[in-house]
């Protein structure tokens, strides 16, 4: 048999769980909420998903490693942009999830909302 290391499943998968910064166990060692993953009829592999706050900050770490700088340095449109795909990936339906947004972007939490609004409003018209 294959190691797990070693199983296609992994190689599959691993980019997404890396993305999502959840993170790969042997499937003995999973836990109920973890996800295992079978190949023919074979348990591989085990995800654990990280929780939602976590997901927050590794969305916001990906982020920052997309424009090649800190949030906080980036101009008022690029800002809004990033607000604007933050709502479309969840990021406000987590607790603190504006304030967590407003720290990595260096603004307030009103200036936050205030993205929001203006997008809503945009969507609106």
């Keep these: 048999m294959t190691e797990p290391a070693d199983h296609p499943l992994v190689a599959a998968v ?31 592999i085990a995800v654990r998903l990280p929780q939602l706050s976590e997901s927050l900050d590794h969305i916001l770490a990906a982020m920052e490693r997309r424009h090649g700088m800190p949030l906080a340095e980036l101009d008022r449109r690029t800002k809004q942009s990033v607000v604007r795909t933050l709502e479309a990936r969840g990021a406000f339906s987590v ?3 504006v304030e967590t947004v407003a720290g990595a972007l260096g603004v307030s939490r009103f200036t936050v909302y205030n993205y929001l609004n203006r997008e809503n409003a945009a969507k609106g018209e």
């Design 14 to 44: 691993k980019p997404l769980v890396d993305a999502m910064g959840a993170e790969l166990l042997g499937p003995e060692q999973a836990q109920p909420d973890d996800v295992v993953l079978a190949w023919e009829g074979e348990d591989v």
């Design 95 to 97: 607790r603190h999830g």
